[in-house]
Nanobody, 121 residues
Framework: QLQASGGGLVQAGGSLILSCVTS????????IGWYRQAPGKKREGVAC????????SYEDSLKDRFTISSDNAKNTVYLQMNSLKPEDTADYYC????????????????WGQGTLVTVSS
């Protein structure tokens, strides 16, 4: 199970931290990632972290503003989002894959519900 939270309304330039609490699988054996989907747009990958090593990967355009991290003791993944822009407005979803981040998209086994982030200008 994946439980995402932390979304909300923020002004441009602000920050938010999203959380994804996981359960039902061995955290260290999976990769956990964040996706987002803006209204009228395709879902896109944001960031991913390998549960065992903590190594992370990012969508290139976001890596300077977003940071993914994990607390393995809490089976939780975080997404720190800084310098938010109106174009970051989207539903943010966490997902888990039984693979490494390098092949995340092809191996997703579960999705969490979305948490809405709205960035006002």
């Amino acid at each position: 199970q994946l439980q995402a939270s932390g979304g909300g309304l923020v002004q441009a330039g602000g920050s938010l931290i999203l959380s994804c609490v996981t359960s039902g699988f061995i955290f260290d054996d999976y990769a956990i990632g964040w996706y987002r989907q803006a209204p009228g747009k395709k879902r896109e990958g944001v960031a991913c972290i390998n549960g065992g090593s903590g190594s992370a990967s990012y969508e290139d355009s976001l890596k300077d503003r977003f940071t993914i991290s994990s607390d393995n003791a809490k089976n939780t993944v975080y997404l720190q989002m800084n310098s938010l822009k109106p174009e970051d407005t989207a539903d943010y979803y966490c997902a888990v894959a039984d693979s490494y981040c390098s092949s995340f998209g092809n191996n997703i086994v579960r999705w969490g519900q979305g948490t809405l982030v709205t960035v006002s200008s």
